[in-house]
């Protein structure tokens, strides 16, 4: 995916303030935080959102909430709480079509959301 904008920051080619990585795996800092803590966590290969997600990605998506909330006990809010959260699709407000989780901490958070 040339021109995707997550697909360039797993390249390099687009700078990120790099939280975590692994062989399968990124995390960096939302460049427009909507709170104290807000890391975005992704797939270094291409899915466009989870609804592209099939059972050969289970493992893949089990992982991303597992480094969540490893990012979120080493940010301290293991025990204030937090949010993960995934948009999916234009009514889900997905603006980014590369398969993202936000880790939203460090503020009381209100549900249902808007
Ligand atoms: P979503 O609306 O769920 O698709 O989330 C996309 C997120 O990507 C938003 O929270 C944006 O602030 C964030 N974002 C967009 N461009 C960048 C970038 N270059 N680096 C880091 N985060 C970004
Ligand atoms: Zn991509």
Known sequence: MSDCLFCKIVAGEIP???????????AFEDISPAAPVHVLIIPKI???????????????????HLAAGRIAAERGLAEGGYRIVNNCGADG????????????????MTWPPG
Do not use: N, Y
């Not at 990120?16 to 990124?26: G, P, Q, R």
């Not at 291409?46 to 991303?64: Q, T």
């Not at 407000?93 to 009381?108: I, K, M």
């Open 46 to 64: 291409h899915l466009d959102s989870i609804h592209e997600a099939g059972e050969e990605h289970k493992e893949l998506i089990g992982r991303i």
């Open 16 to 26: 990120s303030a790099k939280v975590f990585e692994d062989e399968e795996l990124l």
């Open 93 to 108: 407000g997905q603006t980014v079509p590369h398969l993202h989780f936000h880790l939203l901490g460090g503020r009381a």
